[in-house]
């Protein structure tokens, strides 16, 4: 085989590679984004960020913005109600805030 062959069949391997690793790639973005779609709270639901918006729910409470607390105490409700038992406590947290508001969760 000379060296022309050999450089145009390296060539075709790579190709096919990339086609395989563009085709998986897709394939992936398609199944994650199938999964965001139905479930919108999927990149907000980590404990950090539920502990963030209950920050500046009470942050609102306490200033006497109702609407601001309201809006994020019923954020973390919907994004935490997948029935995760470790998203529990940030669960009780709103309710107690809805409930010191007079608000329906």
């Not at 590679?17 to 199944?31: E, Q, R, V």
């Not at 954020?75 to 010191?100: H, I, K, Q, T, W």
Request: charged share 25%; glycine share 10%; proline share 5%.
């Amino acid at each position: 085989m000379d060296k022309a062959t050999r450089t145009r069949w390296c060539g075709i391997a790579l190709a096919l590679i990339i086609i395989g690793l563009m085709s998986a790639g897709g394939y992936l973005f398609m199944k994650s984004e199938v999964r965001w779609r139905n479930d919108p709270g999927h990149s907000s639901r980590t404990p950090e960020d539920l502990d963030k918006v209950l920050v500046r729910a009470e942050a609102a409470e306490k200033h006497g913005d109702r609407e601001a607390a309201i809006a994020a105490y019923r954020f973390v409700l919907a994004v935490g109600s997948n029935g995760d038992p470790y998203l529990e406590p940030y669960m009780n947290a709103a309710r107690r805030g809805l409930a010191r508001l007079g608000a329906q969760p």
